[in-house]
């Protein structure tokens, strides 16, 4: 299946992947080669789970985590 990633907001960059049928968001992130704890996903305006299940054609908003002290 074919997803469309945004990732945001210091990378701005899109990218589709194809990815195996009943793929979730962490598999995503992890072929991207990055940790699933870094980012938030968003969906239809939404964040998401990282056990979401995509579908042919998401579009899947990464945001990554910026935290400090």
């Known amino acids: 299946m074919l997803v469309t990633v945004h990732l945001l907001p210091i990378r701005r960059e899109t990218k589709a992947l194809e990815l195996r049928d009943a793929a979730t968001v962490e598999e995503l992130i992890r ?35 910026v935290s400090g002290g």
């Open 31 to 65: 072929t991207l080669g990055l940790l699933p704890d870094g980012w938030i996903a968003v969906s239809d305006g939404e964040p998401v789970p990282i056990d979401h299940v995509l579908s042919d054609g998401d579009v899947v908003k990464l945001v990554s985590v």
